[in-house]
């Protein structure tokens, strides 16, 4: 998972396949070989071992995929990270949880609702997942603090963003929880939002939007919690208020209004059964492919749009184990691209 | 329609039945008298004439039900009102139109809104109607006073209803249109409002409502534009604004978030086409009654609870028409009560 050019699905599709990382390490190779590219450069085992000493010393631990506390709702994503490191409280990853997201220029009201939103959903017994940025996220967590709160962090476990919010982390890593995806020491870049988002839309049962400006970060982590199937809800403002345009428009696109803790739990409660109910994280590509080789008839099937990974296999007429086979080596062959929803298409 | 206990059902059935107000007026007292009852006190020809006189001396119009420029969409309501007094520019009421209501003490911020919205509804060549009311109503009628506004009052025609606003009426009268149902001289009582209120739903493609509280009369006429399929629109706000939230409810309950114009316009589009599509208001009752009588078996079938008209027509076996005769038998005997959606009771 740290290897360049192997996302989450890629590397669910490997162990799904292989077995073991060990075996899809191997294989690796071969495959992108096939696939037409170059290996991608795998990192060493002393690479892996150093970090695996380096969160230790953080004081850190490892959630599995599939395994042990791992989010049972963050596992179902398609794109689930394999791996997230831990830092503080293991209990609370066991208990229903709640999304606060927002702006982070927001209004000084706005952050007070968020602050009392958050505190009143820990007294329904739910854990508010935020991610430690400044304005909203920080006053979900503040508010949250007494009852149980998690902040998931774009960077590494021991790095602070922003710098202003180093003691609230520090706060959070003794009295609730912080996640991280990234490697210890990484800097937090633009691109690792979104794939931070993701995460806490993926742990919650439903996400909360207060005060968001058009295109901004929160509306996508509200568009990832709707396609994972969870609930939407934002907090409405005055039109005359530009920082509720967001909000508003998410609502008049299907999110519930809510208005308080009340009716975030009302939305919610269709999810409560399934926080506990685990689910098999790698299912393991069973058929027996019988010498069949589909790279050739997927490749010509793939274009530069976007194709469901469904349609192919019906059109190819080929076994699905042999058609996702073919699908792995054009990926690790860095020729191919996954899109939202299963979808695929050649790189350029 | 000026008689104590026949309301506009009452009066649209005795019209279909016996085809001018004449013949409905001879029948009458027959009629209470068969239903258990007493006749109900008639008003004079004299006092209709001297009505009908101070209304053309006070510069208005007689505006109705089914004929001329009767608004369109409010002759669908069961209850229409049979006749409007009219005063102002009646070249108004052939246009599509948009209600805009909401609170008499509204917040300054929310009657700027109102005004804005209403100026811009008017570039979109609609007309907006309001009940000249304090607050939102006024900033309403102000904003469209330049492209076209109606306001409907719950009292006369010549009566300024709060005393303040006579200027704005005035002003009406003059470059806008006012609508009355009661007769000329009444002061406007409690009861007379949520009247109003259904003739400016009833009026209106939609209605739009601007800062309401929980339980408040703009959110009466939100209910009465729903019951009459209409679109209902809210603007929403901050839940920390108490004053929001009678909006946010109706969101929450399926109305229509609306932060400008163009998202009104959008919404009643579906409307544009039914603002001309006249529709006899008064469908005569044709079916051959064969001397049956069905009063004994519809009051036995009548209790306390509200009961679809249909539900009787059904379970008694009688022609529909005998059934209604029975009903408004009943009804002018003072034995029958109304409610919403066509349902009917026997009084205690």
């Known amino acids: 998972m740290r290897t360049p050019g192997i996302g989450p699905v890629t590397y669910r599709q490997l162990i799904a396949r292989f077995g073991t990382s060990a075996a899809a390490l191997a294989a690796v190779p071969d495959l992108a070989r096939r696939g037409g590219g170059k290996a991608p450069p ?21 959630l599995a995929l599939g395994q042990g506390l791992y989010p049972r709702l963050l596992a179902e994503l398609e794109d689930a990270p394999p791996l997230l490191i831990a830092k503080g409280d293991l209990n609370l990853l066991d208990r229903q949880s709640v999304a606060i997201v927002g702006a982070r220029n927001a209004s000084a009201a706005a952050c007070r609702f968020a602050r009392g939103l958050a505190h009143d959903l820990g007294q329904h017994d739910l854990i508010v997942i935020s991610g430690l940025a400044r304005g909203v996220d920080s006053a979900a967590h503040d508010g949250a603090l007494g009852t149980g709160t998690i902040g998931v962090i774009a960077g590494g476990i021991d790095v602070f963003y922003p710098p202003e919010n180093e003691e609230r982390q520090r706060t959070l890593y003794e009295r609730g929880l912080v996640l991280a995806e990234m490697p210890p020491g990484t800097e937090p870049r633009a691109r690792h939002f979104p794939y931070r988002n993701r995460i806490i839309a993926g742990m919650s049962s439903g996400t909360v939007v207060v005060e968001a400006a058009p295109r901004s970060g929160s509306l996508i982590t509200a568009r990832l919690a709707a396609e994972a199937g969870r609930e939407v809800m934002a907090v409405p403002g005055s039109p005359l208020d530009p920082r509720a345009q967001g909000c508003n428009q998410l609502i008049r696109d299907g999110a519930t209004l809510v208005q308080n803790a009340a009716d975030v739990v009302e939305a919610i409660r269709p999810f409560a059964s399934q926080v506990r109910s685990p689910r098999a994280p790698f299912e393991p590509i069973l058929e027996q492919l019988n010498g069949h080789d589909a790279l050739a008839t997927v490749e010509e099937l793939l274009g530069p749009s ?28 860095g020729r191919l691209e996954r899109h939202a929803g299963g979808k695929v298409s050649l790189r350029e």
Chains 1, 2 share one sequence.
């Open 42 to 62: 795998l990192r060493s085992r002393d690479d892996a071992e150093r970090e695996i000493a380096r969160v230790e010393k953080l004081g850190a631990k490892w």
């Open 306 to 333: 976007p194709v469901p990974v469904d349609e192919i296999i019906r059109l190819s007429g080929a076994p699905s184990g042999a058609v996702q086979l073919a699908l792995l080596e054009l990926d690790l062959a």
